[in-house]
């Protein structure tokens, strides 16, 4: 896959409940809705400066805390093609693989808010435009990456009858 888009750049350790907050866990249902409140603790008017194909770039841990699997659905509600971080917390990487979120796993310190970025899952890079340095990411398992092209867990199951691995 081939992706461009804007960096919003957030830290490390970015929980759960600063992407989504419990206090809309069981209120909203829609996507769309829920995408409103993406990262608001963090950054109250994130979601009007997000732009449909940005990228939500973080440090090591994202998705820490609870397996609030509103967390993937909100960010992508919201937009964001796919979230690029140092490292994942394994119940986030599992919900949003399952929920057919992209997540790139790849030294993110020299991504700064606002920058360029052009992601090659492929070939395996991702070049930041503000400097052209490439940044090897570490690539995903093929069944994982077609998942995402199916759009999640289920509808890969119901496209091919089952898992095709």
Known sequence: MRLKGQAHKFGDAVNTDYII???????????????????????????????SGDFLVAGSNFGCGSSREQAPIAIKGAGIQAV???????????????LGLLLIECDTTG????????V?????????????KKVQITPLPGFMTRI???GGVVKHFKKHGGFKL
């Open 111 to 118: 991504f700064k808010q606002g920058h360029r970025l052009e």
């Open 21 to 51: 907050s419990g206090r809309y866990k069981f209120r909203i249902q829609d996507p769309k809705e829920l995408a409103k409140h993406v990262m608001e603790d963090l950054k109250p008017d994130f979601y009007k400066t997000v732009k």
């Open 120 to 132: 090659d899952t492929d070939k395996g890079y991702v070049v930041n435009k503000a400097n052209n």
């Open 148 to 150: 995402i092209k199916d």
């Open 84 to 98: 690029i971080a140092k490292s994942f917390a394994r119940i986030f990487f599992r919900n949003a693989i399952n």
